[in-house]
T-cell receptor, first 113, second 115 residues
Framework: NAGVTQTPKFRILKIGQSMTLQCTQD?????MYWYRQDPGMGLKLIYY???????DKGEVPNGYNVSRSTTEDFPLRLELAAPSQTSVYFC????????????FGDGTRLSIL | GENVEQHPSTLSVQEGDSAVIKCTYS??????FPWYKQELGKGPQLIID?????GEKKDQRIAVTLNKTAKHFSLHITETQPEDSAVYFC??????????????FGRGTQLTVWP
């Protein structure tokens, strides 16, 4: 059972480039989340989804976009990469509302230069 | 549910000693309090959680206590081992309202257990 899988693990982008961070889960979870983790700052929610076709903003959505066309996949899109988006990005999923544990992937470390 | 204070930011203990990490929150509607452990290069992993109708929960060497009146909760690790070394995050969430399904995380505590 793979759980939550994120690709790529590492990426370096130039300012202004775009990319998509992939996230897929095989647990048939309805809820999926994207967080960013900056040193000493904990995890901040970027976007989340309660099911296919439904997405909503979290605490820090600016500069990002998401889509949820299937239950399994929840990609995160950076359209115009900026140095402030250098961070470690984590995808998570849970079966239903917040009282069910969130299962995390191992992250994508992204550097914008 | 946006203000979660976590202390200390770093904690060093000798193997076999106990470790305590404390968190405070401000949202009275919060009623779910999980703790996550993050090892180097990995994603956070849930280690224990507590709901607001319970004051204490224990799982082997790990325990969590909750004081809803004072709005604080704590993680207790007894008989620490070197493999307990990691970053620990507290979080809080609510099962109703505009923040349904969302978790708010503390800034983390780097625990180091010296052999």
């Amino acid at each position: 059972n793979a759980g939550v899988t994120q690709t790529p693990k590492f990426r370096i982008l130039k300012i202004g480039q775009s990319m998509t961070l992939q996230c897929t889960q095989d647990m048939n979870h309805n809820y999926m989340y994207w967080y960013r983790q900056d040193p000493g700052m904990g995890l901040k929610l970027i976007y989340y989804s309660v099911g296919a076709g439904i997405t909503d903003k979290g605490e820090v959505p600016n500069g990002y976009n998401v889509s949820r066309s299937t239950t399994e996949d929840f990609p995160l899109r950076l359209e115009l990469a900026a140095p402030s988006q250098t961070s470690v990005y984590f995808c998570a999923s849970s079966h239903q509302t917040g009282f069910q544990p969130q299962h995390f992937g191992d992250g994508t470390r992204l550097s914008i230069l | 549910g946006e203000n979660v204070e976590q202390h200390p930011s770093t904690l060093s203990v000798q193997e076999g000693d106990s470790a305590v990490i404390k968190c405070t929150y401000s949202d009275s509607a919060s009623n779910y309090f999980p703790w996550y452990k993050q090892e180097l290069g990995k994603g956070p992993q849930l280690i224990i959680d507590i709901r607001s109708n319970v004051g204490e929960k224990k799982d082997q060497r790990i325990a969590v206590t909750l004081n809803k009146t004072a709005k604080h909760f704590s993680l207790h690790i007894t008989e620490t081992q070197p493999e307990d070394s990691a970053v620990y995050f507290c979080a809080e969430g609510a099962d109703r309202g505009s923040t349904l399904g969302r978790l708010y995380f503390g800034r983390g505590t780097q625990l180091t257990v010296w052999p």
